[in-house]
Each structure stands twice: as C-alpha cells, then as structure tokens.
C-alpha cells in the first residue's frame, strides 16, 4: 500500500505562481509512474501531468504544456508539479496518483490517489 500526501495548494491570482508536492510512502514503486490530475465540481476528473518513476519520462495535457512543469526527487520518492501562468480555468482540486504501469498512448489509470488540494486562480 502507498500513502500520497499533497500539499502546496492554495490561492494566487492569474499570471501567477504556485508548486505542488506529492510525497509517496509505504510500498513505493520501483517502475511506474507518479502525475497529477484535477477535477472541477461538476466535471470529471482529468489528467494533468505524469513522469516515470525513474523520472526519464514525462507526459503533459495540451492543456497545460509550456506552462506546468512535473518533476520527480528520487532520492524522496516526492513528485512535484510547477504551475506558471495560471489561469482561471486552472482553478481546481489537484489529485497526486501513482501507479505501477505508466501513461501508454495517452491514457492512464493509476491505482493509488492522494485526498487532494485545492488551486485557486483569481481572474
């Protein structure tokens, strides 16, 4: 069992700033991946970001390519995910998952899930 604590949420206005961490613990994973994904009431939860475990990797929605950035601390098991630019619409709860098969043709299901930590972008 993995435990995905998050935290670095919070409120910013747009054009801002702010960066996640994800600390994985207990049975952590040796392949796989680590990523983000966020939902808005109302809406489904959608992926955001995803980096292999060994941090060789990374995978990006067209959403946020060229403005969030994910990075991984092996020697902490700790992902992280900068969020520059932010908009408005940026605005959700952000979801740590991990999981022992990485994205593959774009689609991934992980099985581990943090509880989440609120991003707020005022327009």
């Known amino acids: 069992q993995v435990q995905l604590i998050e935290s670095g949420g919070g409120l910013v206005q747009a054009g801002g700033s702010l960066r996640l961490s994800c600390a994985a613990s207990g049975r952590t994973f040796g392949s796989g991946a680590m990523g983000w994904f966020r939902q808005t009431p109302g809406k489904e939860r959608e992926f955001v970001a995803a980096?292999?475990?060994?941090?060789?990797?990374?995978y990006y929605d067209d959403s946020v390519k060229g403005r969030f950035t994910i990075s991984k601390n092996n020697g902490k098991s700790t992902v992280y995910l900068q969020m520059n630019s932010l908009k408005a619409e940026d605005t959700a709860v952000y979801y740590c998952a991990a999981d022992y098969s990485p994205p593959i043709l774009g689609r991934w299901a992980p099985g581990s899930w943090g509880q989440g930590t609120q991003v707020t972008v005022s327009s």
């Open positions: 980096i292999s475990w060994n941090g060789g990797s990374t």
